[in-house]
């Protein structure tokens, strides 16, 4: 089975402190992805990556930056956290540029900004 | 843009019953693929049901199935015997098809399913 995990489930920072959220899947995929999900407005892409070292903005990147240095682990960062960065984050990968790929998700990261 | 709507933010069905949850998009492209994710309360979501939008064919996956309106644009989730496991947030997705694009899903806002025992 494919496992996506996620470095914390909960997470509390204060406004202005550099926040790193890490993600590792176990599958070889070839794509990752990083969302927020907030009630109300579903999942909203941030950032995806589908090759080390390659990145693309999603829907809301302002913000955030990420890494990818190997192809298992796909880091979001936040430069300098604020209270409007509160919110679930979710990791999720695939395995290709390929026909229905279905994409994995990891369980989570609940970040709270003080 | 694509777009994927949920307009229902809220549902609840008897245990055993059946319950349809619906779905609409928005897109310009021919080719192109439908999928339900479920996120039970524990957060991991997981992946339901996907149509590929070039089948005619519905999709089943043992008590869940869709109707596919391609016309329409609706993909609407039926799930049958409801169990009280099937409790969760529901999330309808999209994404484009085209060899060698991007991967990307759109996701509607979703919709908290509630079982009733």
């Known amino acids: 089975d494919v496992k996506v995990t996620q470095s914390s489930r909960y997470l509390v920072k204060r406004t202005g402190e550099k926040v790193f959220l890490e993600c590792v899947q176990d599958?070889?995929?070839?794509?990752m992805f990083w969302y927020r999900q907030d009630p109300g407005l579903g999942l909203r892409l941030i950032y995806f990556?589908?090759?080390?070292?390659?990145?693309e903005k999603g829907d809301i990147p302002e913000g955030y930056s990420v890494s990818r240095e190997k192809k298992e682990r796909f880091s979001l960062i936040l430069e300098s956290a604020s209270t409007n960065q509160t919110s679930m984050y979710l990791c999720?990968?695939?395995?290709?540029?390929?026909?229905?790929?279905?994409?994995?998700f990891g369980p989570g990261t609940r970040l709270t900004v003080l | 843009a694509q777009t994927v709507t949920q307009s229902q933010p809220e549902m609840s069905v008897q245990e055993a019953e059946t319950v349809t949850l619906s779905c609409t998009y928005d897109?310009?492209?021919?080719?192109?693929?439908l999928f339900w994710y479920k996120q039970p309360p524990s957060r991991q979501m997981i992946l339901v049901i996907r149509?590929?939008?070039?089948?005619?064919q519905n999709a089943t996956e043992n008590r869940f199935s869709v109707n596919f309106q391609k016309a329409a644009k609706s993909f609407s989730l039926k799930i049958s015997d409801s169990q009280l496991g099937d409790a969760a947030m529901y999330f309808c997705?999209?994404?484009?098809?085209?060899?060698?694009?991007?991967?990307?899903?759109?996701f509607g806002k979703g919709m908290k399913l509630t079982v009733n025992p």
């Open positions: 999720a990968s695939s395995l290709g540029t390929s026909s229905n790929n279905e994409q994995f």
């Open positions: 599958m070889d995929h070839e794509n």
């Open positions: 990556s589908y090759d080390v070292k390659m990145k």
């Open positions: 897109t310009s492209e021919s080719d192109y693929y």
């Open positions: 149509q590929e939008a070039y089948k005619q």
């Open positions: 997705a999209y994404r484009n098809w085209r060899q060698g694009g991007s991967e990307k899903l759109v």
